[in-house]
């Protein structure tokens, strides 16, 4: 079992969709969530990070944890088709000796907005 | 404010051979790790830098190694490559002990 599962899509939406993206987790050690935005042949752009349980908002974009399920998501708001990318989770748990936030990366989400 | 920069952008390498990837920090970190990212694939972490010495490392074999010079920037090392290491190479930048790793273009690596 992966550590950090998320479904691969590809996901289509129509342009002013509300747009759920998920992945779920085994490491209970776990802390830190991250989400990434990733355009075709570029490096990932961080969209959001939350610390342990609950919400948060940003401009479209809402990160919500849950650590009690082992279920983080990405909601966004009125989908535009520049929103068209992979959506990468990550996550990371406390550095124990070497002070080192090792990321553990989902495979992606491809989400297309549809103009 | 430059972000973190790496190069060469595309890399063609021919089995066996070695190969040096290279990355500059965004300004103010001092901390570098380096990731994997297979093709439809999430980036898997190589290994970490800090203070010019590896401080963690994935599941990696020994054919892969770095440096870290004096001003934080970083080189990634892969000896006696195999058709199996084409991938994007990422760079990914921090502050020490800070959680917010921010990345690179990439370097993208086909070995033929």
């Known amino acids: 079992q992966k550590e950090v599962e998320q479904d691969p899509g590809p996901l289509s939406v129509p342009e002013g969709a509300i747009v759920s993206l998920n992945c779920t987790y085994s490491n209970s050690a776990f802390q830190y969530f991250m989400w990434y935005r990733q355009y075709s042949r570029k490096g990932p752009e961080l969209l959001m990070y939350?610390?342990?349980?609950g919400n948060k908002e940003d401009g479209r974009f809402t990160a919500q944890v849950d650590k009690s399920s082992k279920y983080i998501s990405l909601f966004i708001r009125d989908s535009q088709p520049s929103d068209s990318a992979t959506y990468l989770c990550a996550m990371s748990a406390p550095p124990i000796t070497s002070g080192t936030y090792k990321y553990i990366f989902g495979t992606g989400t491809r989400l297309k907005v549809l103009a | 404010d430059a972000g973190v920069t790496q190069s060469p952008t595309h890399l063609i390498k021919t089995r066996g051979q070695q190969v040096t990837l290279r990355c500059s920090p965004k300004s103010g970190h001092d901390t570098v790790s380096w990731y994997q990212q297979a093709l439809g694939q999430g980036p898997q972490f190589i290994f970490q830098y800090y203070e010019e010495e590896e401080r963690q490392r994935g599941n990696f074999p020994d054919r892969f190694s770095g440096h870290q010079f004096p001003n934080y920037s970083s080189e990634l090392n892969v000896n006696a490559l195999l058709l199996g290491d084409s991938a994007l190479y990422l760079c990914?930048?921090?502050?020490?002990?800070?959680?917010?790793?921010?990345f690179g273009p990439g370097t993208r690596l086909t070995v033929t």
């Open positions: 939350t610390y342990s349980s």
């Open positions: 990914a930048s921090s502050r020490d002990r800070s959680n917010e790793q921010y």
